[in-house]
């Protein structure tokens, strides 16, 4: 049995966002060496049989899609899977709600990178009411134990919490708003998250205190440097894959 670490062990306060990334030449070149590291260290996992679960939660805007592109953009396509995690079907919702997650586990030689995940139990269900109280509390120890299934049975895993600040998400959002190839990232869901910046602050603590375990942990990545976060993501799944 996997203990989970006390509480306060990863926090959104300990983090510096001030981090960035300045230098545009050694950027690239520290990108293109880490693709092609998770490159060979993916196919040594098809080829061996292993497998390995990435999981990415964060704020609104703070680049989860385009950390996810750099992470996979040299990935074989045979041996990876990026599911898209929104609201459920009506067919899941006759379940479970992690049924739908089980199903997408990664295989024997599989990769499979979440974006968005079952945190969103004790997240967004949490905070707007789509979970009753008693839902989304005794969703930690549910949760714990999915992974630790997973784990025991093999599978590599490592959970990224991509954090920014109020107002950079602010920046993000308008900025997209003028962008005809990206408003349509942004709508009033969006707004509405923010306008509860607090709430989602406190779930999003207790979901670290609660679900960041040795077998499975949290990383929590500075976002307000795109550049930054691209790398420490692709940093930390070479460790994982390799």
């Known amino acids: 049995m996997f203990p989970v670490s006390p509480p306060g062990t990863v926090t959104l306060s300990g983090v510096d966002l001030s981090v960035s990334v300045e230098d545009s ?19 040594q996992t098809y080829l061996t049989g292993r497998r390995a679960a990435i999981v990415f939660e964060g704020w609104d805007a703070s680049g989860k899609g385009g950390a996810i592109r750099r992470l996979s953009s040299l990935m074989d396509p045979r041996g990876y899977k990026v599911w898209p995690i929104s609201a459920p079907s009506e067919e899941e919702k006759r379940h479970h709600y992690l049924w739908r997650f089980w199903r997408k586990t990664p295989g024997t030689g599989e990769v499979c990178i979440f974006d968005r995940s079952w945190y969103g139990r004790v997240l967004v269900e949490r905070v707007e009411g789509l979970a009753k109280p008693a839902e989304w509390r005794r969703a930690y120890d549910e949760i714990n134990a999915f992974e630790r299934m997973l784990t025991a049975d093999g599978v590599r895993m490592a959970k990224f919490f991509i954090h920014i600040d109020k107002k950079t998400q602010l920046q993000r959002f308008k900025s997209r708003e003028k962008d005809p190839a990206k408003s349509y990232k942004l709508g ?50 070479v460790e994982l894959l390799e």
């Open 25 to 43: 030449t050694a950027y690239e070149t520290e990108l293109v060496q880490l693709q092609e590291r998770v490159f060979r260290a993916q196919i």
């Open 188 to 237: 009033p869901d969006d707004w509405r998250n923010r306008a509860k910046w607090g709430r989602y602050e406190a779930a999003i603590q207790e979901m670290l205190d609660r679900t960041h375990r040795p077998d499975a942990p949290w990383h929590v990545v500075a976002g307000n440097d795109k550049r930054h976060a691209r790398l420490e993501v692709l940093r930390r799944c």
